[in-house]
């Protein structure tokens, strides 16, 4: 069975490498976003679903890598592929600077003080109007590179599936888990859980801050409202429970299955998609606290961190 498994992931992997050849334009932006939002899943999950910290700002990040890509690109002519990686370092050193403070918080606190971050982070760059452009924005010069963005940011979505397949199937990965279930008793048997939070929290920002440089450069340009919206935190949390919090797979599962969802409702039902979105996120907390991998685990006896 694992065979087979690995078999169909080369497959899929094979088949979206040469998606593009024969795919609309339509087509490539489809799975651009949804490469984005299995990334943004993923990078919650590596903080949130393995040490049971929950963010609610971790667009933060996304916001951040988007503007630090941008005045790259804009200001400095930096190229794109550079300038996104620089947009994941701008997340992480964010990640490194508040880490050590709300890490210490527990709870709703520290859902709070993420919050709190995604609004500060986005009165910053509103009131730093000759570096960000303000509330006008900032406008990167044209490019017609959706092709290389769509493998660019597929590459991401890899990378940080492949990055919770290594963690949750180590020791670092056991000791996050550990920290969750019982941060007082994984004090008591040594693991340094301010260090192992740290850690977790500097990767789970990476990543939506090469993502957030990836959209900057592919939309041509961005503003505060659109870079740093709450939505994007909510949507990349439900994504997340919905196939599986702490899981390797659930996070993408539940991008793949809730961005299908929203495309095919938004198309048919312009003014309700947000209501039944809402509808989605009750059934999850009330009916499905461990997501569809859950209860696809407890059906065919799959293993937990799968």
């Not at 065979?3 to 593009?20: E, K, N, Q």
């Not at 005045?71 to 990640?95: E, F």
């Not at 397949?165 to 048997?189: C, N, P, Q």
């Not at 990836?214 to 919206?229: H, K, N, S, T, W």
């Amino acid at each position: 069975m694992k065979r087979a498994f690995i078999a169909a992931l080369g497959v899929l992997l094979v088949a979206l490498a040469l998606y593009p050849i024969t795919a609309t334009g339509y087509g490539i932006r489809f799975m651009l976003q949804l490469f984005m939002w299995v990334a943004l899943a993923q990078s919650w999950n590596l903080i949130s679903g393995l040490t049971g910290y929950v963010s609610f700002g971790h667009v933060a990040f996304f916001g951040t890598g988007a503007y630090a890509t941008g005045i790259l690109v804009a200001t400095h002519g930096w190229h794109w592929m550079p300038a996104s990686l620089m947009g994941g370092v701008a997340g992480a050193i964010l990640a490194l600077i508040i880490g050590y403070p709300c890490l210490r918080l527990k709870g709703p606190y520290f859902a709070i003080s993420m919050l709190g971050l995604n609004e500060v982070m986005r009165v910053l760059v509103s009131y730093f109007e000759g570096l960000t452009g303000g509330g006008s924005g900032l406008s990167l010069p044209a490019l017609h590179a959706s092709v290389q963005i769509y493998y660019a940011t597929g590459l991401a979505a890899v990378a940080v599936t492949a990055t919770a397949f290594l963690i949750i199937t180590s020791r670092f990965g056991l000791r996050l888990m550990t920290i969750r279930e019982d941060e007082v008793a994984a004090e008591a048997m040594g693991i340094d859980t301010a260090r192992y939070k740290l850690y977790a929290f500097l990767l789970s920002a990476f990543v939506p801050g090469v993502v957030g440089g990836l959209q900057a450069r592919d939309q041509g340009y961005i503003e505060p409202m659109a870079v740093f919206p709450l939505l994007t935190t909510i949507t990349m949390i439900v994504m997340a429970l919905f196939g599986g919090k702490g899981t390797v797979w659930g996070p993408a599962l539940g991008a793949v299955t809730l961005f299908v969802f929203q495309e095919l409702v938004w198309a048919r039902f312009l003014y309700l998609h947000q209501v039944l979105f809402g509808a989605i996120i009750i059934v999850v907390v009330l009916l499905m606290p461990r997501g569809i991998l859950g209860i696809l685990q407890q059906r065919f006896q799959l293993p937990r961190t799968i």
